[in-house]
């Protein structure tokens, strides 16, 4: 078995912890849609795989570990970390002002979501994808 085998299956025993696929994908911040994939036949790529890890706060790589997983769904997803929070949403806010974007809270507290992440996996985004995810996400 190589490690996307690996990955689906351990992925396989998460979802199995839940009522629905859909609420595994809601606790991810992912689609439904995209999530079936994962656990049906796309592989996962290790950005994925870490950030699924992170997401419910479990140890890094034990997604990439062959063998029985102990998997808590009660456990809380882990501790915000309030200063790069902090940065996503200053980083949101700034990009808006200086493009002089109409946003809405929501739609910036989405693009805040998506660049806390980065923050927290140490891959920062330029003002350019910024720019551009918020842009993607403004309702016309």
Do not use: W
């Not at 299956?9 to 595994?24: R, T, V």
């Not at 994939?37 to 699924?52: D, P, Q, V, Y």
């Not at 790589?61 to 029985?68: F, K, T």
């Amino acid at each position: 078995m190589n490690v996307h085998d690996i990955r689906r299956e351990n992925l396989k025993k998460i979802a199995a912890g839940y009522k629905q696929q859909k609420d595994l994908a809601d606790a991810l911040g992912m689609a439904p849609a995209y999530l079936n994939n994962l656990i049906s036949f796309k592989n996962m790529g290790e950005r994925t795989a870490r950030n699924i890890e992170h997401s419910l706060g479990l140890p890094a790589y034990c997604l990439d570990q062959n063998g029985d997983m102990v998997v808590d769904n009660d456990k809380p997803s882990g501790i915000i970390d309030s200063a790069k929070l902090a940065e996503a949403i200053e980083l949101v806010e700034s990009v808006v002002s200086e493009n002089n974007l109409s946003a809405t809270e929501s739609e910036k507290a989405v693009v805040a979501a998506i660049i806390y992440e980065d923050l927290i996996s140490r891959e920062i985004p330029t003002r350019k994808e910024l720019l551009r995810m918020l842009r993607v996400r403004i309702t016309k």
